[in-house]
């Protein structure tokens, strides 16, 4: 599930027209991302996946850093679970 200070920080920077009220004009190509990353923003975002990829692509200056962040820290979360189950089927 999506947390909810992501989805509504990107909001609040887009309302604002960009970060800390300044508009910066850079494009996010779709074709960047494949279908494997998009299926990895999807689950790790649940039911707001499609609209956090949407966010990603109207602006990509707010919203990717965000989602690199819930990226970089399910990674982390995966590996201490990986490592944790490995050594429980060592056990074995």
Known sequence: PVDGKDKSGIKTALERGGMAGKTVKYSFDKSILNTIHRHAIARIYGDSGQEMLDL??????????????????????FRRSREVLNRRWKEL
């Open 56 to 77: 990603m692509h109207k602006n990509p200056v707010v919203a990717i850093p965000v989602v690199v962040k819930r990226l970089k820290q399910k990674d982390k979360d």
